[in-house]
């Protein structure tokens, strides 16, 4: 009689282990369907889809943890530009921020800024540089590096030493360019 019970458990064992895998299923896919939206650097959608996930699944603790840490994310992500920019260091530290965060479109934008505020300085040019040639443009950053240099002579000392340009310290160009710094 035991057995027979035991086996008339069984597929309501199974419905129910259905259940909970299909519930996860749906957790993980509303999830990953915010973390989309971030990854695309869509805050306000990130941030929506993620306050849906918290609500709704509140009993997913290690994913809702996640879901509070990238929507504290977008929420900061919204405030990081409130300063007002104004002078040349203000565009030009906001700039070196953002080469060094990979955003190299929007350190660009903000070098530009700096050098129509100052635009004898060389130190800008070899940044603006700088960007083009991690965005993969080297003739551009060449032509920067050397109205940089013409510029500012020590700038050619600053690139000689700059660990981040070992890839082209070896060109003919590099050489000539910083040849008499």
């Known amino acids: 009689m035991r057995a027979e019970l035991r086996e008339l458990k069984l597929p309501a064992d199974k419905d129910k282990d259905k259940a909970k895998k299909d519930l996860y299923e749906q957790t993980l896919a509303a999830f990953e369907l915010a973390a989309k939206a ?5 805050c306000q959608k990130a941030s929506e889809l993620f306050e849906g996930f918290i609500e ?3 009993g997913e ?11 504290a994310i977008c929420r900061d992500k919204g405030k990081k530009d409130t300063i007002p920019l104004k002078e040349f260091e203000d565009f030009y530290e906001l ?6 965060q990979g955003e190299f479109d ?4 903000l070098f530009q800024k700096a050098q129509d505020k100052e635009p004898d300085s060389g130190k800008i040019l070899y940044l603006i540089g700088k960007v ?5 443009q080297p003739e551009k950053f ?4 050397k109205s ?4 500012d002579k020590f700038v050619g000392v600053l690139a000689q030493n700059d660990p981040e340009l070992e890839d082209v310290k070896d060109e003919k160009k590099f050489k000539i360019i910083t040849k008499f710094a």
Do not use: C, S, T
């Open 61 to 71: 603790r290690e994913l809702v943890d996640r879901a509070r840490i990238y929507l």
């Open 56 to 58: 709704k699944y509140p």
């Open 38 to 42: 971030f990854r695309r650097d869509d």
């Open 106 to 109: 929007e350190a660009l934008k």
């Open 142 to 145: 060449f032509e920067n590096l």
């Open 95 to 100: 700039g070196v921020y953002r080469m060094n």
């Open 132 to 136: 083009h040639l991690k965005l993969g």
């Open 148 to 151: 940089a240099v013409q510029k």
